[in-house]
C-alpha cells in the first residue's frame, strides 16, 4: 500500500489518480493512524523549506514518519520540496531538515539563470537503480525549483544540467529523493512511480 502524505502541500490527487489509473493500492494520509497501513509512503512537496517543515511538523504525523522510516526502514520517495526537507539543512530557510539523506539544499549559484529552473530537462543516470528500470535514457521531467540537493557522490543517483550540474535523485539506504516532479512527467515519471512501488 502506498501512503501519499497530505500535510498540506504537494500535488496529491494527480499521485492519486496516476496510482489509481495503474491499478495499485494506494491511501492519501492525512493523520498518524492511517501511516500504519502503508508499506511505501511519498512525501510530495512544493514551496519553501522552512514552510514545508513547519507544515509536516504541524500535521502531527512527523513521529510516526521518523518511526517507520528510520525505525522500521519503510520505503520512502520525497519529489521536490518533499526531497528537499530531507536533507539536514538549506539555505533557503533556519529550520533544520529530517536528515534522512546526508547532504544541504543550497541556493543556485549567480550564474545559473534565469531561475527557477522550470521546465524539462533530461537527467543523467550515475548509478544502476531499480527506481530506473525499463527508462527511456533520453527521457525528459518536468522541474521547478530554485534550490538544489547537495550531497556525497555515493548518495548521487542521477544528475541533471542546468548551466551546472546538480543531483536530481538521491538514495540513502530506504530513502529515496527526486528533484523533477513525476506526477507531471507524463510516460517517464509514470515509470519511476510505478518502479518505486514495485520494487
Not at 10 to 18: D, Q, R, S, T, V
Not at 170 to 180: K, P
Request: proline letters at 6%; hydrophobic letters at 40%.
Amino acid at each position: 500500500m502506498i501512503g501519499i502524505i497530505d500535510y498540506g502541500l504537494g500535488n496529491i490527487k494527480a499521485f492519486a489518480n496516476l496510482y489509481k489509473r495503474l491499478n495499485i493500492p494506494h491511501l492519501v494520509v492525512d493523520a498518524p493512524g492511517k501511516l500504519e497501513k502503508a508499506s511505501k509512503i511519498i512525501l510530495p512537496g512544493v514551496g519553501t523549506f522552512d514552510y514545508a517543515i513547519n507544515l509536516l511538523n504541524r500535521s502531527g504525523m512527523r513521529d510516526m514518519l521518523e518511526e517507520m522510516v528510520k525505525g522500521k526502514s519503510v520505503p520512502v520517495l520525497g519529489v521536490c520540496v518533499g526531497m528537499q526537507i530531507m536533507a539536514e539543512s538549506s539555505e533557503e530557510g533556519k529550520s533544520e531538515g529530517l536528515g534522512w539523506i546526508p547532504g544541504a539544499v543550497l541556493r543556485f549559484p549567480e550564474h545559473v539563470k534565469p531561475l527557477p529552473h522550470m521546465g524539462w530537462n533530461q537527467i543523467e543516470i550515475q548509478h544502476d537503480d531499480p527506481i530506473f528500470v525499463g527508462l527511456d535514457p533520453k527521457a525528459r521531467f518536468y522541474f521547478l525549483h530554485s534550490f538544489y540537493f547537495e550531497c556525497d557522490e555515493p548518495f548521487c543517483l542521477a544528475v541533471t544540467d542546468y548551466r551546472m550540474r546538480f543531483v536530481c535523485v538521491a538514495r540513502h539506504r530506504n530513502v529515496y529523493g527526486i528533484q523533477f516532479h513525476p506526477e507531471k512527467s507524463h510516460a517517464a515519471g509514470i515509470s519511476i512511480l510505478k518502479n518505486f512501488a514495485n520494487s
